[in-house]
């Protein structure tokens, strides 16, 4: 597709267990990007990648969440250990360089019960 | 306090009407900024994207920003039901670029 994809769409979970969230950028695009939104505290930065350089993950908020990217394409966001405060809408975005406007996919809307 | 204010509304206008949603922010270093419009469910779209103060149209859409006040406002003018979503500012420093700071987001009602 032409757009930011995220997946799955929805995804509902247990407290405790690791949880995996996707995103595959817009083609071409060099800088990706994570943010949560949650009704608290809005869109937050969590992590970003460009090329090959060492990824910014100063918005990480603790060390149960990691994220790689494998091939300077396809991402993953990983949750370990699952706690009710990671319920939220954790979004992707991709850009062509990391000055660039950041184009949104629409989230996964992860429920921890 | 947060470095990006915004007034979470809701705004409800009848439909025709010129919307004017605005955001103060405190850190003088940023340089870019943004406007996303966000639908129910879905990730926000980018509508403007400035650099400058002064203003910069897209159709129905003027973004302005005064960096000597620290606020931005995007007007909407002939309003639609369809423009009727979240509207939320964005903005970067220059030495931080890829690090959106958005606001919390404004709800627009516009009404048939």
């Known amino acids: 597709g032409a757009g930011v994809s995220q997946s799955p769409s929805n995804k509902v979970t247990e407290k405790g267990k690791d949880v995996e969230l996707r995103c595959d950028p817009i083609?071409?695009?060099?800088?990706l990007y994570w943010y949560r939104q949650s009704l608290g505290q809005g869109l937050e930065f969590l992590i970003y990648?460009?090329?090959?350089?060492?990824?910014?993950k100063s918005g990480l908020p603790s060390d149960r969440f990691s994220a790689e990217r494998t091939g300077g394409s396809v991402s993953t966001l990983t949750i370990q250990r699952t706690q009710q405060e990671d319920s939220a809408v954790y979004l992707c975005?991709?850009?062509?360089?990391?000055?660039?406007?950041?184009?949104f996919g629409d989230g996964t809307r992860l429920s921890i019960l | 306090q947060k470095e990006v204010e915004q007034d979470p509304g809701p705004l409800s206008v009848p439909e025709g009407a010129i919307v004017s949603l605005n955001c103060t922010y405190s850190n003088s270093a940023f340089q870019y900024f943004m406007w996303y419009r966000q639908y129910s469910r879905k990730g926000p779209e980018l509508l403007m994207y400035t650099y400058s103060s002064g203003n910069k149209e897209d159709g129905r859409f003027t973004a302005q920003v005064d960096k000597s006040s620290k606020y931005i406002s995007l007007f909407i003018r002939d309003s639609q039901p369809s423009d009727s979503a979240t509207y939320l500012c964005a903005m970067t420093s220059m030495d931080s670029s890829y690090k959106l700071i958005f606001g919390s987001g404004t709800r627009l009602l516009v009404r048939p």
């Open positions: 083609s071409g695009h060099t800088a």
């Open positions: 990648f460009q090329g090959n350089s060492a990824p910014d």
């Open positions: 975005a991709s850009s062509s360089n990391g000055d660039q406007p950041q184009h």
